[in-house]
């Protein structure tokens, strides 16, 4: 399996051609991508690359994630406890689900504790809703990004189903 900075190389190679494959599809006019568009995309592939790796699920060790969150890659370490390795973390749609979860309940407790201590402070309030144009470009980036992870780990869009399908067997 490659180590963690081989995947960080092969999502970056696979980032570059893709970018110039939208920059010549637009400038053909085959495709119409704004600004916005791309910035969001390349955020969502970054973030899905660099900082919610699947790796995450082996926090206790060292993974380039969580080294890449800094200080606050403990907050990664209950993660890890939660998933094995290649389980469901590594699954093709619920395993970046159950990272952004974990991200957004840890974000939720953060906020929480801080009006709890400090009850006069204001934080920071959840924008207006967001254009949809701008949400699916950074969704799939950042789906990509755990995609070429787990096609470098081997691990197909059926992972797991093939247990999860089997009927037991009758003694």
């Known amino acids: 399996m490659p180590s963690g900075r081989v995947h960080n190389l092969i999502n ?4 570059s051609v893709l970018s110039g494959a939208a920059l010549v599809a637009s400038r053909h ?3 119409v991508l704004t600004p916005a568009q791309a910035l969001t995309f390349t955020l969502g592939f970054a973030v899905g690359t660099f900082l919610l790796s699947p790796d995450l699920d082996l926090a206790e060790g060292r993974v380039d994630s969580k080294r890449h969150w800094g200080i606050l890659g403990v ?3 209950p993660y890890g406890l939660l ?3 290649r389980g469901l973390s590594h699954s093709w749609v619920l395993g970046p689900l ?3 979860a974990y991200l957004a ?3 939720a407790l953060v906020v929480g504790l801080l009006r709890y201590i400090t009850p006069g402070i204001t934080l920071p309030t959840v924008p207006e809703p967001v254009n949809v144009k701008v949400i ?3 969704v799939l980036g950042y789906y990509l990004s755990q995609w070429l992870h787990l096609i470098a780990d081997g691990i197909r869009p059926d992972h797991g189903m093939k247990r999860s399908l089997r009927r037991p067997r009758r003694r």
């Open 105 to 107: 309940l840890v974000i």
């Open 75 to 77: 907050l990664w370490v």
């Open 136 to 138: 699916i470009p950074v």
């Open 83 to 85: 998933f094995s390795h």
């Open 12 to 15: 970056i190679a696979a980032f």
């Open 29 to 31: 006019q085959l495709v």
């Open 98 to 100: 159950t990272r952004l």
